[in-house]
């Protein structure tokens, strides 16, 4: 049976409301990870209230060797 490892990934957002990404950052993380053998597995908005994003969570695994 295949195993896994897991790793989390969270990218603050910006603004009085929340929404606004760094994009360019957001994707050198990204590649960064996928350059480790990371595989992009979901991501999620975390809303903090009323419907503001405060947080986007991005979860990853990859094969343990």
């Known amino acids: 049976m295949e195993k896994f490892e897991y790793k989390t ?3 603050d957002v910006k603004g009085v ?10 994707q050198d993380e990204l590649n960064e990870l996928g350059l ?15 419907g503001s994003t405060r947080c986007i969570i991005s979860v990853f695994k990859r094969k343990l060797q």
């Open 9 to 11: 990934l969270f990218i």
């Open 17 to 26: 409301f929340g929404g606004k990404v760094d994009q360019s950052t957001f």
């Open 36 to 50: 480790q053998g990371w595989e992009l597995v979901n991501t999620v908005a975390a809303a903090q209230s009323y």
